[in-house]
Nanobody
């Protein structure tokens, strides 16, 4: 089981970028999914999460600019990032709570995708 991110790259301040993350492998279901980021020299921080029912939660720093969504049929979560700022620069990681067996879910992390916002 492995979530795989895509969509990172270099973008100018004020621009937009869309990240995608698809979980592949053999599993029963995915409950929560989310995006985290880590800037150089900083700890990994929550960006946004979304439940299987579509309820979203955002870090204060991205509210009104970022939108998280998911397509359960495709086991995919998206992060639409608008009005990007240089402080949004970092490695963005996908996280998914995946049920491989019937005894509960486990956290799975993607390998990360770099987003660089130039001023």
């Amino acid at each position: 089981v492995q979530p795989v991110e895509s969509g990172g790259g270099l973008v100018q301040a004020g621009g937009s970028r869309r990240l995608s993350c698809t979980a592949s492998g053999s599993f029963i279901s995915i409950t929560g999914m989310g995006w985290y980021r880590q800037a150089p020299g900083e700890q990994r921080e929550l960006v946004a999460t979304i439940t299987s029912g579509g309820s979203a939660n955002y870090a204060d720093s991205v509210k009104g600019r970022f939108t998280i969504s998911r397509d359960n049929a495709k086991n995919t979560v998206y992060l639409q990032m608008n009005s990007l700022k240089p402080e949004d620069t970092g490695v963005y990681y996908c996280n998914a709570d995946i049920w491989v067996g019937v005894h509960g879910g486990s956290d799975y992390w993607g390998q990360g995708t770099q987003v660089t916002v130039s001023s």
